[in-house]
T-cell receptor, first 113, second 116 residues
Framework: LAKTTQPISMDSYEGQEVNITCSHN???????ITWYQQFPSQGPRFIIQ???TKVTNEVASLFIPADRKSSTLSLPRVSLSDTAVYYC??????????????FGSGTQLTVLP | EAGVAQSPRYKIIEKRQSVAFWCNPI?????LYWYQQILGQGPKLLIQ????????DSQLPKDRFSAERLKGVDSTLKIQPAKLEDSAVYLC??????????????FGQGTRLTVV
């Protein structure tokens, strides 16, 4: 499984765009990149997933360069409610047919007023 | 769509006692995961099921932890006997991912276990 490295913490102000970068130098050909968000006392929640180039949904964008050795989660115009831990996951099919989900330490994003 | 249900939400036990957690995944989800999350750390995978078969249990402390998923639907995770270091939140997740398919996993709210 590809190991991921992300900053331990980041601070931002309301209304700013936040970019969280994740390094995954050993990503495999069939690996996807997935980001989850976790609030205190809750389970992680899926944000976005991509394989290459750019993916955008209603809450975030994911930028993946051609070499796929890193990825950047972009949160536009953050609010106080975006304060959470953000996890970058890289993985593909495991020994069975289902995809493995391996979490790292995550990035604690704190949005300040 | 109903989410992943877990019970109980909280549990306090003394060390050396046993405890069991229950998880009911989203209907139709073939893949079920159990994670242990210690305060301040990311979730650590304990065991992954595909239907009622174990896909990965390499990080499950098998001398004290056990899990089963009878009939490929709901699942139980048991700890016997519990140690102080087992204090954590136990998360269950499910997904419909299959071969060459990548879909999101849905997590329950977790069971917070305190061992005293």
């Amino acid at each position: 499984l590809a190991k991921t490295t992300q900053p331990i913490s980041m601070d931002s102000y309301e209304g700013q765009e936040v970019n969280i970068t994740c390094s995954h130098n050993n990503i495999a050909t069939n690996d996807y990149i997935t980001w989850y968000q976790q609030f205190p006392s809750q389970g992680p929640r899926f944000i976005i997933q991509g394989y290459k180039t750019k993916v955008t949904n209603e809450v975030a964008s994911l930028f993946i360069p051609a070499d796929r050795k890193s990825s950047t989660l972009s949160l536009p115009r953050v609010s106080l409610s975006d304060t959470a831990v953000y996890y970058c996951l890289v993985g593909g099919p495991g020994s069975g047919s289902a995809r493995q989900l391996t979490f790292g330490s995550g990035t604690q994003l704190t949005v300040l007023p | 769509e109903a989410g992943v249900a877990q019970s109980p939400r909280y549990k306090i036990i003394e060390k050396r006692q046993s405890v069991a957690f229950w998880c009911n995944p989203i209907s139709g989800h073939a893949t079920l995961y159990w994670y242990q999350q210690i305060l301040g750390q990311g979730p650590k995978l304990l065991i992954q099921f595909q239907n009622n078969g174990v896909v990965d249990d390499s990080q499950l402390p098998k001398d004290r932890f056990s899990a089963e998923r009878l009939k490929g639907v709901d699942s139980t995770l048991k700890i016997q006997p519990a140690k102080l270091e087992d204090s954590a939140v136990y998360l269950c997740a499910s997904s419909s991912a299959g071969v060459n398919r990548d879909t999101e996993a849905f997590f329950g709210q977790g069971t917070r276990l305190t061992v005293v």
